[in-house]
């Protein structure tokens, strides 16, 4: 009911709009022409200033609203995401200026030049000179922008360092999955094929591959704070991406290209909790390249640690391949088709790095 | 005076009373049928129209889909009966179902970009002025021309059709990136729903081409006599360099979807590669899910510019017209677009830069994306220095027209965060994307249409737009347009990612619930306010103000020497002869000087 109530304002709402523009266009026939439309012409002007102050008023009146709940409020948690935050104000500041500066030009200009009849306009097709300047200010800026965005980005995505922790990260619809390269630091070898979640492979690991006895398997992700991790990140089925909005990163998981990433957490989850007075806070894993109905759920976790924490956690940690022997013995049937496909086996670089 | 010359041109009218004057030899005065008139129409000016009403019908469409999300969006926990009424299975219990919303996004982004900002803007307007601001009696090509507009109706069947299937369109997003959309295991839309999606773009880039050769070869060959290209309207070298774009980059993007289609239908392995879908082992090895994004932006970014292009110039020219003052630097605006042209080939890679690209060539990407800088700041100030000292009259085209130089200065800007690929790090495929290609393509397209629709509505129906709706629909549509899309950054520096259908169960997210009701909101309005532009237009084709005068606006060009209701061919006599250039407003005291005034003695230089 209310809907259809809903409806009959709009109609009535619309006819009435209607008719008042209807009625001031008879009205500046009556009047003349020439008089509305300098009429119109000091409202339009007038609203020109007023939409300028309001406008950068409001520009402020939103900073103070939602500045605290985006992440310049708390520092990156990443040696990276310190070089993006510093690269970000940058950019904010000298864009900020670019903005005020032809803003209130426009604005202000449009207002300034407004129709007069005793008005005679400059005649001023080209110049040179200002022409020159507003050529290569612009340019000595971007130049500054770009020399030190690509020095922070080769830094970025340079190589890890090499006692860096490796991490496995695989997407999925709709959920991430971790796999550890336990004590030989070596994460064992996949095939796609002999990807069989009901019999404890839900990753495909070839287990023909003696690197991939000692390997663990997680739904979260543990590091060690003030410890270089580098990713390696998988997709089974299609593009996701592996979001860490604290640690300022992302990058996608491609089936059948593996990408990496290395970042240096900083802060332990309990410390953010401080940091940012979150109670509830937690490092979150957002997708974030569209992979299907349920994209917007595929969240995953990540728990930064001290040392001692994470050894403790490690501990309690069984490999896979163990869990699936043992899971396997009483029926020896899954071992052959296991042994079936082997032969398909591609031996994947990049999982065994290092 | 130019007055002189009009009559001039109707005395050779009354000679050639009928027929013979024309070029084509075609006599307009006999009566022609529906269907040749309406319909199977090769006159470039009622193919601009059927391009203009297709394109707002689709708008119509596209628009209401955003606010149905963003109902979504702003109310995730209430339940609206009436959608389960209209929807049914897709928004069971009134609430909008996740396929559902991912139709929608999808839909929305295609319709707009493609069917709206791309046909309904550049196809409109090359077709309405290209003919009329060069001086000529049609497009090169007739025929094709007609056939450019019938694929685009093709490719919107297809389209419209596919919204109606039992698997829905599409849903992966505009972008249509496989695995997802190669794999109907993976998603509903990725059924049926894809492969319209994808035979409906081969007809539309087949339109696409049909009608940019024909601009090509119209701006090229068919200009009047003393039409220079250095005297060419800068919206003639928009449109010109508009349709080269899509010339070279359209075909790029029809391999993909051919490829693309292969892999659907034929088993083929382009851009799949070693895939376990819902527990199934899928036997393609070797395709590259990467190689589709290169071919999608090899298009995709051109694309940009092709919706940009032609808004530019239309607003450098609406801006000049109404600042009774020449447009500041003309050639550096040439110049800049050239620029603009050459450089949108070469920044693809820049929506690409967390793919696993190779961090060397994305230096590459990172310079040349923000080498565009420099071309728009050039643009950019020359409009505001067009505006200093002049004489503002704000018609309903000039204030659209300003609010196009304000929007492209907010999303320009935050291009320079998104182009640098250590800022796009943190900020790809968040809400500052979204704030940033809606504010900069989408909103700022919109107003250069809007502006032309307002600028050039007495030209195509021989009268005025009622003004009272058209400040109204300027200044709700502007100020709504800021904010919605502002607040926007906000949530796209707190990383939030976009197409999520809910955010509550984040962590670090969900704080900006109160944002997104507020932006749903405006969101409803300013898609009412559309409607009102929409009723005024088809209110004003036949009721509104009658047009008295040829050149109501008193500009130069060439399309206000016409008749007021110009016939096939545009000018019953001879084709006008240019003999200046289109910006002589306010030159040795006088307030415009027509293109088709010879240069008096005394005429000072510039």
Known sequence: MSGYFILAILGLAFILTFQIAKASEYVSVLKGEEKSFKQNNRINAFLMIVFLVLGLAGAWWCNELFYNKTLLAQPAASDHGEKIDFMLILTIAVTGLVFLLTQILLFWFAYKYQFSERRTVYYFPHNNKLELIWTVVPAIFLTLLVGLGLFYWFKITGDAPKDAQIVEITGKQFNWMMRYPGKDNILGRKNYRLTDASNGNALGVDWEDGASHDDIEATEMHLVVGKSVQLVINAQDVIHDVGLVHFRLKMDAVPGIPTTLWFTPLYTTAQMKEITGNKEFVYEISCDQICGSGHYSMRGVIIVETQEEYDAWLASKKPQYLTVKEAATPTPAPADSTAAVSVLNASKPLAQLK | ?606
């Open chain 2, 1 to 606: 005076m130019s007055s002189e010359t009009i009559t001039l041109g109707q005395a050779v009218a009354e000679v050639h009373s009928h027929g013979s004057h024309d070029a084509h030899g075609h006599d307009h005065h006999h009566e022609e049928s529906f269907l040749s008139k309406y319909i199977f129409c090769t006159d470039h000016k009622m193919i601009g129209k059927q391009f203009l009403i297709t394109g707002i019908i689709w708008a119509i469409i596209g628009g209401l889909f955003s606010v149905l999300f963003r109902l979504q969006l702003g109310y995730p926990e209430a339940t609206f009966p009436f959608l389960e009424d209209l929807f049914g299975k897709w928004a069971a219990g009134g609430r909008i179902s996740n396929e559902f919303y991912y139709a929608l996004v999808t839909m929305h982004g295609t319709i707009l970009v493609f069917f709206v900002l791309t046909a309904g803007l550049s196809g409109t307007f090359a077709n309405i002025l290209i003919p009329l601001q060069i001086g000529a009696r049609d497009m090169a090509s007739g025929f094709l021309n007609m056939l450019s507009y019938w694929f685009f109706f093709g490719a919107s069947v297809v389209m419209f059709a596919s919204l109606f299937i039992q698997t829905g369109p599409a849903s992966g997003g505009w972008t249509v990136y496989p695995p997802l959309s190669a794999l109907g295991q993976a998603s509903e839309g990725s059924k049926l729903g894809m492969d319209f999606w994808l035979i409906s773009m081969a007809l539309f880039i087949v339109s696409s081409l049909l009608g940019g050769l024909n601009y090509i070869s119209t701006i090229l060959n068919l200009r009047t006599k003393g039409l220079s290209m250095t005297r060419l309207p800068l919206t003639m070298w928009a449109i010109f360099f508009t349709a080269v774009l899509g010339v070279l980059s359209f075909p790029v993007l029809l391999s993909g979807a051919v490829l693309l289609l292969f892999d659907r239908n034929l088993g083929t392995s382009f851009f799949l590669s070693e895939i376990v879908v819902k527990g199934e082992i899928l036997p393609n090895e070797g395709g590259s899910a990467i190689l589709f994004q290169h071919l999608f932006w090899f298009l995709g970014h051109p694309e940009v510019y092709i919706i940009l292009l032609p808004a530019m110039g239309m607003v450098s020219e609406i801006l000049s017209v109404n600042s009774r003052k020449p447009i500041f630097g003309y050639l550096a605006m040439v110049g800049s677009m050239f620029a603009i042209c050459i450089l949108a080939f070469l920044v693809w890679a820049h929506h690409m830069f967390v793919t696993g690209l190779n961090p060397f060539l994305g230096a590459f990407f990172v310079l040349l994306t923000l080498l565009i800088a420099v071309p728009s700041a050039i643009k950019v100030f020359n409009w505001i220095t067009t505006l200093w000292k002049g004489n503002v009259r704000f018609t309903p085209g000039m204030l659209f027209a300003i609010g196009f130089v304000s929007l492209f200065i907010s999303g320009g800007l935050t291009g320079i965060f998104l182009g640098n690929s250590t800022l796009d790090i943190h900020l790809h495929d968040t809400y500052f994307v979204v704030a940033h290609f809606h504010i900069v393509m989408g909103v700022a397209s919109f107003f250069g249409m809007f502006a032309g629709v307002y600028h050039w509505f007495p030209k195509m129906y021989s009268r005025f737009l009622n003004n009272t709706m058209a400040y109204i629909h300027f200044w709700v549509t502007f100020v709504g347009a800021y904010l919605i899309f502002w607040p926007m950054h906000y949530a796209g520096l707190a990383g939030m990612p976009r197409r999520y259908t809910d955010w509550s169960n984040w962590q670090s997210f969900n704080m900006f619930a109160d944002m997104n009701r507020f932006i749903s909101t405006v969101a409803m309005i300013v898609f009412a306010v559309q409607l009102l532009f929409v009723f005024n237009f088809f209110y004003s084709i036949f009721k509104g103000r009658k047009v008295t005068s040829k050149n109501p606006w008193g500009a130069n060009t060439l399309e206000w020497t016409t008749p007021i209701t110009p016939g096939h061919g545009n000018w019953p006599g001879d084709v006008p002869e240019v003999h200046r250039w289109a910006y002589d407003y306010g030159k040795d005291g006088r307030e415009f000087i027509p293109q088709t005034e010879p240069i008096g003695a005394n005429e000072s230089k510039h």
